[in-house]
């Protein structure tokens, strides 16, 4: 009785069914587009470097008066997004550094207010998501090096910075929330990080119900590397394959029910950075595809644009050939859900309706790959790149698929299955 009267107060989610819908039409994607960009981009050592070379805050500042990103243009960065495949796009609106990338009453430190700029590339990047059918999640930090009501650095005493004043900053987060989810059309998802840099009341309860409250559609997710809390929408898991965990940074975080997305940087860094040629390859990128759509998660690519608005051609070329991939072989990938058979030293299995993709990636020693765990009854097996007849044979414990004679793909040889 007590605990009931207590958890009275904390409010429980039930999504509403436009939910539940963007929640499945998520999972569908598959394949999203991560973009770091801000101010930090001018110094070209990534989104960190304020904190990690110690500039003190008001020396950083600067950096806006030199901001003015000429070279950007909101269609190129979409089709290049579309290019590569990918069905969304989630970019950051205010990282760390508190520096806005869009127009915001709530604070004079952004881009149309603080830049020689002047324009708001976030209102251009979601008119031409709109446009082109690309979906839209805004990247909102919930930590910030800069603001006073923050107080970074602060003692935390009763889930508040001592120093600071938690209410206006809550409020001013509301603030901003507000404008990103009413002003700019189109978005799809809110993506929360920052929350494991101090343990305080987050007030999630009042920042998640006003964001389904303006739009009960909209994707919550949150970075936090723990399970998912009330009121979230998807769970994420960053530099790691759901489950995976060898960054240490998820593992508090048990796959939970809600869809899942795994980040991954394109090199090393998140925000651009000069010195960093740790370039992935278009091969790396597929599997980590494959991989996580055969874990039923979807894979958001980060790429960090220079300062000027361009994205550098080594992520051009590398995202044409994945892009050139899917295009071929996104029956495979997109729309489709985890099939439960859990990942093997050759690859995955992912399923839609009534198929199933077998993806060999590392082809084995022996001609052929054995799939347990299998439901339904397999009735035919082709290549998924020219339809040609594969031979299999099904037993109570699974099934074999034969490799001999089949034309194999570098990257990922795929057989699609079907079942009654
Ligand atoms: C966070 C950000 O700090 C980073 O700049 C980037 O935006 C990335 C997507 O998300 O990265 C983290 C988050 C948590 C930890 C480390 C990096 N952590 O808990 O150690």
């Keep these: 009785m007590l605990l009931g009267a207590v958890r009275a107060g904390a409010q429980t989610y039930t999504p509403t069914a436009d939910n539940l819908a963007a929640r499945q039409n998520f999972q569908d994607m598959k394949f999203g587009l991560f973009i770091h960009w801000g101010i930090y981009s001018e110094l070209g050592a990534g989104e960190w470097v304020m904190n990690e070379k110690h500039i003190p805050y008001d020396s950083y500042k600067r950096l806006a008066d030199f901001f003015n990103p000429q070279a950007f243009n909101a269609h190129e960065w979409v089709m290049f997004a579309k290019k590569a495949g990918m069905k969304y796009i989630t970019i950051t609106s205010r990282h760390h550094d508190g520096f806005s990338m869009f127009g915001t009453k709530a604070s004079p430190y952004n881009i149309v207010d603080a830049t020689p700029y002047h324009k708001d590339p976030l209102m251009e990047l979601a008119q031409e998501c709109v446009k082109e059918g690309i979906e839209l999640h805004f990247y909102y930090s919930l930590l910030d090096w800069g603001r006073k009501d923050y107080a970074y650095g602060s003692p935390i005493v009763d889930g508040k910075p001592a120093n600071g004043d938690w209410d206006s900053y809550i409020n001013f987060m509301k603030a901003q929330l507000t404008e990103l989810i009413t002003k700019y059309p189109g978005v799809k998802g809110i993506w929360f990080d920052g929350h494991w840099e101090r ?20 994707l919550v997710g949150n970075n936090h590397h723990l399970e998912p809390k009330e009121g979230e929408d998807f769970q994420m898991f960053e ?87 899917m295009q071929k072989n996104g029956e495979a990938i997109y729309g489709t859900r985890g099939s439960g058979i859990p990942a093997q030293p050759w690859g995955v299995v992912t399923q839609k309706d009534k198929n199933l993709y077998v993806h060999v990636m590392t082809p084995p020693q022996q001609p052929y790959v054995f799939i347990p765990q299998l439901k339904g009854k397999v009735t035919k097996a082709v290549l998924l790149g020219d339809g040609s007849a594969v031979k299999f044979k099904q037993q109570t414990e699974g099934v074999f698929v034969y490799l001999n004679g089949v034309t194999t793909d570098p990257n990922d040889t795929i057989i699609k299955l079907t079942t009654n």
């Design 199 to 218: 343990d305080v009341n987050w007030h999630y309860d009042e920042i998640y119900g006003l964001i389904h409250k303006l739009n009960p559609a909209i």
């Design 239 to 325: 530099k790691d394959l759901p489950g995976a965990n060898t960054t240490g940074f998820s593992g508090k975080s048990k796959i939970g029910a809600l869809p899942l997305e795994t980040c991954e940087t394109i090199n090393n860094s998140w925000g651009f950075n000069i010195t960093d040629r740790s370039f992935k390859s278009s091969k790396r990128i597929i599997h980590y595809l494959v991989n996580a759509a055969g874990l039923n998660a979807n894979f958001l690519l980060n790429i960090g644009p220079m300062p000027n608005g361009k994205i550098q051609p080594e992520f051009t070329d590398t995202l044409a050939i994945v892009g050139a991939w």
